[in-house]
Each structure stands twice: as structure tokens, then as C-alpha cells.
């Protein structure tokens, strides 16, 4: 498999590669397949419901999207959060066809302040690993593609959204930056939260920042959300769910 990646991005580019092995991926989800290796995306429909409004933030090419669009369908919406505008043109491509239900792209990253942030792609053995894309400083180097994106201070974007149901975060070691200035929104909506929380003190310092405004920590085993055991978040590998329990 990394072979054919490698090939296909020598011979097609960086944009037509990302376009074929997202279509690739969202077919592949969408027969049914991957549920060990994907448990989260194919939990979804447990989770999400027709009219539900979604927060996808670190949005990447749109795999979340794609299918938080498709259950959500028409009483739903969706806010997509992806500042690189070569994945966000991928987005939308892939969300052409749930074009009707207007889903609204937001090309920003965010964090505390309105600036201009530098964000880095890797490569790994030649092969480009699009979803690690990050937050990085101007000083840091070795990346595949590099990128001058907008920030956005999250509480102040979502401000005038009046319902939120659901929020799903990937944005590789920054979800402790996001939380820490969306509080605000995340206490008004007390929404369900689904973060991958990569990084010990960016897992730490997430985790305590929920905490704080009332979230309880559950893990996804055998498709099932239970309660987090304290011992075993610091060597948990999937995604972490947050819900205030009514």
C-alpha cells in the first residue's frame, strides 16, 4: 500500500493523489468496511441523529463531513472547520453531493487570536501524511508543504450559532489551544465531544480543561462509549468522547 501512495503522488502531483485516495477512502467507509481499524467513523450513526447541527473541526479533506452530512440530511447542518485551502477545495468535492444541505465551510485555524499561522505538512518514506498537518513555528522545518493560513479565535467564530449537538476535533496536538478559548461555546451548548488527543500534556491539559466545565471522559470499546478509566487514559490510543450527563 505504501509503494502504490508513493507512486501515485509522484505520477499525479500532490492535489490529484489527495482527490483519488479520498474518494478511495470514503467509498471504502461507505461499503462497510474498516470497522476495527475505523471504529469512530462508523460509530457515527450511533451517535448522530437526522437534524443534528456538527462542528467538524480540522476537517481535513472531509472524511467526518461526508458522513456527519449524510445522517444529519436536510434538518440537520454542518460547520466545517479547514484552513488549507488545498483541502478545503478537496472538501468540497467531496461534499458535492450533499451540496443542497448548504454545509458551511470555515477556512480558518483556530486558536487564541486573529493572525497568520504557518501550518506543515509531513512525509513519511515518501509518503505525505495529509492528516497530520499542524500548527507549527516559523522556525520548524522538514515538511513535505508548508502553508499560510488564517487563525480565528473559536468562541468568537461559533458565537452567533445558536444549537450545537455535536463536535469532533482532530487538529494534531492543538486541541488544548481550541478548548481553552471555546469554552464559552462548549458550557452554552454542552455539546458531545468526540477529540483525538494526541501528545501527553496536550491530552492532559485537554482533558483537565473539560473537566472543569463539567465533561465526563468516556472511551469508544466494542462499539460502546464507557466511562474512562483514570489509569488508562494516559495509554489509550482512540478518540476520546466528552459529555456533560444529564
Not at 505504501?2 to 461499503?31: A, E, M, P, Q, T
Not at 458531545?192 to 482533558?207: D, F, H, P, V, Y
Request: proline letters at 4%; charged letters at 25%.
Amino acid at each position: 500500500m505504501r509503494i502504490f501512495r508513493v507512486i501515485l503522488y509522484k505520477i499525479f502531483g500532490l492535489k490529484v493523489y489527495l482527490k483519488i485516495v479520498s474518494k478511495l477512502y470514503l467509498r471504502y467507509i461507505n461499503c462497510g468496511f474498516g470497522k476495527d481499524k475505523y471504529p469512530e467513523l462508523h460509530y457515527l450513526k450511533s451517535i448522530i441523529k437526522p437534524g443534528f447541527v456538527c462542528i467538524d473541526i480540522g476537517a481535513n479533506l472531509g472524511y467526518y463531513s461526508y458522513f456527519l452530512a449524510k445522517i444529519t440530511g436536510r434538518l440537520g447542518k454542518l460547520y466545517a472547520v479547514e484552513p488549507v485551502p488545498l483541502f478545503a477545495e478537496i472538501w468540497k468535492q467531496n461534499l458535492k453531493r450533499y451540496k443542497s444541505l448548504m454545509p458551511v465551510l470555515l477556512p480558518f485555524a483556530l486558536g487564541k487570536t486573529e493572525k497568520t499561522v504557518q501550518m506543515g505538512m509531513p512525509a513519511i518514506d515518501g509518503v505525505v501524511h495529509h492528516g497530520m498537518t499542524r500548527v507549527i513555528d516559523k522556525s520548524e522545518t522538514g515538511f513535505e508543504k508548508t502553508f499560510s493560513v488564517e487563525m480565528k479565535n473559536p468562541d468568537q467564530l461559533f458565537q452567533n450559532i445558536e444549537h450545537i449537538d455535536f463536535v469532533k476535533i482532530d487538529v494534531e496536538g492543538f486541541e488544548s489551544e481550541v478548548f481553552q478559548n471555546m469554552k464559552d461555546t462548549l458550557q452554552k451548548h454542552k455539546p458531545l465531544i468526540q477529540a483525538e488527543l494526541s501528545g501527553s500534556k496536550n491530552r492532559e491539559t485537554s482533558i483537565e480543561i473539560l473537566q472543569n466545565i463539567g465533561y465526563n471522559v468516556f472511551f469508544l470499546k466494542q462499539s460502546k462509549l464507557i466511562s474512562a478509566d483514570k489509569k488508562a487514559i494516559e495509554t489509550y490510543n482512540g478518540d476520546f468522547y466528552f459529555m456533560i450527563e444529564k
